[in-house]
């Protein structure tokens, strides 16, 4: 199993990017899937998480109103769109999933990330 993340890259403060993240390999069934950021010199944080089906988000507070996550089942993919960008969000973004690669066998992967770097 392998996620592949795509999308980054620079931007103006207050512009937008979306990023992606792919799932390929031997999959049974995606459970949660989300977005992790690092910035230079800080731990890893959350940003956003959405559950198996899409119904259910979580955002960090940092970023609600302005990141939304979406997740489309049927092409194991998820995208997080980013508005209204600021320098803060600089940083290397992580997509992570829960999968079950056989029926009741499961276990957590980590895409191998992605540079979002806003300019002031």
């Known amino acids: 199993v392998q996620l592949v993340e795509s999308g980054g890259g620079l931007v103006q403060g207050g512009g937008s990017l979306r990023l992606s993240c792919a799932a390929s390999?031997?999959?049974?069934?995606?459970?949660?899937m989300g977005w992790y950021r690092q910035a230079p010199g800080k731990q890893r944080e959350l940003v956003t998480h959405?559950?198996?089906?899409?119904?259910?988000?979580n955002y960090a507070d940092s970023v609600k109103g302005r990141f939304t996550i979406s997740r489309d089942n049927a092409k194991n993919t998820m995208h997080l769109q980013m508005n209204s960008l600021k320098p803060v969000d600089t940083a290397v973004y992580y997509c992570?999933?829960?999968?079950?690669?056989?029926?009741?066998?499961?276990?957590?992967?980590w895409g191998q990330g992605t540079q979002v770097t806003v300019s002031s």
């Open positions: 992570y999933a829960e999968i079950e690669y056989e029926p009741g066998y499961r276990a957590n992967y």
């Open positions: 390999g031997s999959i049974f069934r995606i459970n949660g």
């Open positions: 959405i559950t198996s089906g899409g119904e259910i988000t």
